[in-house]
């Protein structure tokens, strides 16, 4: 067997012996406080390749908790400030960048 043979064992969901992987979650709020089907289980399923794809399906088609949505409205508003806040120091440096040329030719023209 060697290290990308999948281990052959009894799959947790349909019970049948398959080449078996472990299920992750793939939603990307990790880093919140958000209480998740997928992240309070005490330990990722073995699964074989038809029910990962069923479990990985009915994980894309779930809607989103009031606490998903809150996180989502967080990050986007997080994200909407940054861009703008980047944006801001760009116009800043601009400006800046601006007033050492005039200043330079100033000096020179003096």
Not at 54 to 62: T, V
Not at 70 to 94: G, W
């Amino acid at each position: 067997m060697t290290a990308n043979t999948p281990l052959e064992a009894r799959c947790d969901h349909c019970k049948q012996i398959r080449p078996l992987f472990l299920y992750e979650p793939d939603h990307n709020m990790h880093a919140f406080p958000v209480p998740c089907e997928w992240c309070d289980r005490d330990k990722q399923p073995l699964l074989c390749v038809r029910c990962w794809g069923k479990e990985r399906e009915r994980e894309e088609n779930m809607p989103m908790s009031a606490a998903e949505e809150q996180a989502t409205a967080f990050l986007l508003q997080a994200a909407a400030n940054n861009s703008r806040s980047i944006a801001r120091q760009e116009a800043d440096k601009a400006a800046l960048e601006g007033i050492v040329a005039a200043t330079e030719r100033a000096e020179v023209e003096s």
